[in-house]
């Protein structure tokens, strides 16, 4: 499962394993293992100087999902490496984003943090169903919606201001045509030797004319 704009998630065992072990401090069974999913790109393994990157990511954007890893890291250490290697690639492709377009990083972090507590809040639901936590579970769907009508409409804009860019491109083309052919031709014309810059192809040199009356007298 990936998040918008690409970015993974923790996955929802991983989660599960971490609710179960701080929800009322008894040890919940072990849900059965999920189906099968199709085969993605690994996460980067986990090292001391990632871990220290998802912590630092997760206490200012998702101090929720930073509590939940905690006893992770003890209960089952090979999914906490797992979920730091995810986390740390989410938070190196949303960098990414944001030096590129700070608005769409914008749109992201929220997207991602909207899918992120609605798999944070179903894994509690299914731990330990109440009807306080199905409400939890509703208003992050909620917030998940919102996060996507944001992310559509700015996808949208985008596109809409490149089709007119594109559109602006094609009227000019259109309506210059054989003077943009012409400048064209002209800028791939060979050069003639001793030809200052700036002189056009072909052009006589602006002597000659002068050169020629002069041999013409008697």
């Given at each position: 499962?990936?998040?918008?704009?690409?970015?993974?998630?923790?996955?929802?065992?991983?989660?599960?394993?971490?609710?179960?072990?701080?929800?009322?401090?008894?040890?919940?069974?072990?849900?059965?293992?999920?189906?099968?999913?199709?085969?993605?790109?690994?996460?980067?393994?986990?090292?001391?100087?990632?871990?220290?990157?998802?912590?630092?990511?997760?206490?200012?954007?998702?101090?929720?999902?930073?509590?939940?890893?905690?006893?992770?890291?003890?209960?089952?250490?090979?999914?906490?490496?797992?979920?730091?290697?995810?986390?740390?690639?989410?938070?190196?492709?949303?960098?990414?984003?944001?030096?590129?377009?700070?608005?769409?990083?914008?749109?992201?972090?929220?997207?991602?943090?909207?899918?992120?507590?609605?798999?944070?809040?179903?894994?509690?639901?299914?731990?330990?169903?109440?009807?306080?936590?199905?409400?939890?579970?509703?208003?992050?769907?909620?917030?998940?919606?919102?996060?996507?009508?944001?992310?559509?409409?700015?996808?949208?804009?985008?596109?809409?201001?490149?089709?007119?860019?594109?559109?602006?491109?094609?009227?000019?083309?259109?309506?210059?045509?054989?003077?943009?052919?012409?400048?064209?031709?002209?800028?791939?014309?060979?050069?003639?030797?001793?030809?200052?810059?700036?002189?056009?192809?072909?052009?006589?040199?602006?002597t000659a004319p002068a050169a020629s009356h002069r041999e013409n007298r008697p």
């Amino acid at each position: 499962m990936r998040a918008a704009l690409g970015l993974p998630i923790v996955p929802l065992l991983a989660v599960a394993f971490a609710l179960g072990a701080i929800g009322d401090g008894q040890v919940k069974p072990e849900a059965p293992a999920p189906a099968p999913t199709p085969a993605r790109k690994a996460a980067t393994p986990a090292s001391v100087d990632s871990e220290a990157e998802v912590m630092a990511f997760l206490g200012e954007h998702h101090p929720e999902l930073a509590r939940v890893l905690g006893p992770l890291r003890a209960r089952n250490p090979a999914e906490y490496r797992k979920a730091i290697g995810e986390l740390a690639q989410v938070a190196r492709n949303l960098a990414e984003v944001r030096a590129r377009n700070p608005k769409r990083y914008e749109v992201a972090l929220e997207a991602w943090k909207a899918r992120s507590r609605v798999e944070l809040a179903a894994a509690q639901l299914a731990g330990a169903p109440s009807e306080e936590l199905r409400s939890q579970l509703r208003t992050a769907i909620e917030a998940k919606v919102d996060a996507e009508v944001r992310r559509q409409r700015f996808e949208l804009e985008q596109a809409e201001a490149h089709a007119r860019r594109l559109r602006e491109s094609l009227d000019r083309l259109e309506n210059h045509r054989d003077a943009v052919v012409e400048a064209r031709f002209r800028a791939l014309q060979p050069k003639k030797a001793g030809a200052r810059p700036g002189d056009k192809a072909g052009a006589a040199p602006a002597t000659a004319p002068a050169a020629s009356h002069r041999e013409n007298r008697p």
